[in-house]
């Protein structure tokens, strides 16, 4: 079985599934949770991938897991051709021109070529007791972590450690990449069939902070969460409740009331959306 993306479906990965042929409808192995994916490449509908049979698979660890296999593919090929792979990075700078210098003044941008000097990787290699996502090393053993953060970015550990750290933040808005908001159903003869779906007005609060991220430029400090991880406070800038309701999915969706109730208030409302990224 292959893996999504698999050796060929590097192809696939770099053409889109909408460009996909018949002959690439074979199983695939969703880099989010491991199970089962198929193209769905019909002539009325839009192409697209489908988990074989439905699992609480997270976008998270599909993001991690693509943004980490494109640092290590691109950063190999980089020194097997012995090309550059640089980063930019600010440095202060300072002002003398007084007695009371050198004092800084502002910040600017310094850029290093990698491959100069960390010629050794390895993914996920335990360095004693910590395990970044991918250890850089030079000859002499000098050391570079490199985080791939989607949500979750560098722990104290890895920060207290000593060790220099890039850290890629990966933002789905500014790689265009929508994410689809359904409420948390329980099925029976599942393990999860005995869950409390969410209530309306927490899942309303979701769908706010949702249309938030999609219209304004902000950043997860500018929502407050408790110690749970729970969401608490919404920034203070002006959102179309009635336009936050409305269903997220994709535009294809057959069955828009699969995890809604004819008696209760639905969560989400089946009417389009244009949305501009």
Same mark, same amino acid.
């Given at each position: 079985m292959?893996?999504a993306i698999p050796?060929r479906?590097?192809?696939?990965?770099?053409?889109?599934?909408?460009?996909s042929?018949?002959e690439?409808r074979k199983?695939y192995?969703c880099?989010?949770c491991?199970?089962?994916?198929?193209?769905?490449?019909?002539?009325?509908?839009n192409?697209?991938f489908r988990?074989k049979?439905?699992h609480?698979? @997270?976008l998270?660890t599909?993001?991690?897991r693509?943004?980490?296999k494109l640092?290590i593919d691109? $950063?190999?090929?980089?020194?097997?051709?012995?090309l550059e $792979?640089?980063?930019? $990075?600010e440095?202060p700078?300072?002002c003398d021109?007084?007695e009371?210098?050198?004092?800084?003044?502002?910040?600017k941008?310094?850029?290093?070529d990698l491959?100069?000097?960390?010629v050794?990787?390895?993914?996920e290699?335990?360095?004693?007791?910590?395990a970044?996502?991918?250890l850089l090393?030079?000859?002499?053993?000098?050391?570079i972590?490199i985080?791939?953060?989607?949500?979750?970015?560098?722990?104290?550990d890895?920060?207290? @450690?000593g060790v220099?750290?890039?850290e890629f933040?990966?933002k789905?808005k500014?790689?265009?990449?929508l994410? @689809?908001l359904f409420?948390?159903?329980?099925?029976?003869?599942?393990?999860?069939?005995?869950?409390l779906?969410?209530s309306l007005?927490?899942y309303r609060?979701?769908?706010m902070?949702?249309?938030i991220?999609?219209?304004y430029?902000?950043?997860k400090?500018?929502f407050?969460?408790?110690s749970?991880g729970n969401?608490q406070?919404?920034?203070?800038v002006?959102v179309d409740?009635?336009?936050?309701k409305k269903t @997220?999915?994709c535009?294809w969706c057959t069955?828009?009331?699969?995890?809604?109730?004819?008696?209760?208030e639905? $969560?989400n409302i089946?009417i389009?959306?244009n949305?501009?990224?």
């Open positions: 292959a893996r050796s479906q590097v192809d696939i990965y770099k053409r889109g599934v909408s460009d042929l018949l690439d199983d192995e880099l989010g491991g199970n089962v994916l198929r193209p769905v490449l019909g002539k009325l509908r192409k697209h988990h049979i439905d609480n698979c @997270s998270e599909y993001l991690h693509i943004g980490k640092f691109t $950063y190999n090929k980089c020194l097997q051709k012995k $792979y640089i980063i930019e $990075y440095v700078t300072f021109f007084c009371h210098g050198p004092c800084e003044k502002d910040k941008l310094a850029a290093y491959t100069k000097a960390f050794f990787l390895y993914e290699k335990k360095d004693n007791e910590l970044p996502d991918v090393k030079t000859k002499s053993g000098e050391k972590y985080e791939i953060a989607v949500t979750h970015q560098s722990s104290n890895k920060i207290d @450690s220099r750290i890039i933040l990966l789905m500014k790689f265009k990449i994410v @689809s409420s948390f159903t329980p099925i029976k003869g599942t393990k999860f069939e005995n869950l779906p969410p007005s927490r609060k979701i769908q902070a949702r249309e991220i999609l219209q430029d902000v950043e400090a500018d407050l969460f408790d749970n969401l406070k919404l920034p203070e002006a409740i009635e336009e936050a @997220s999915g535009a069955r828009p009331f699969y995890n809604e109730k004819p008696t209760e639905p $969560y089946p389009p959306r949305i501009n990224l």
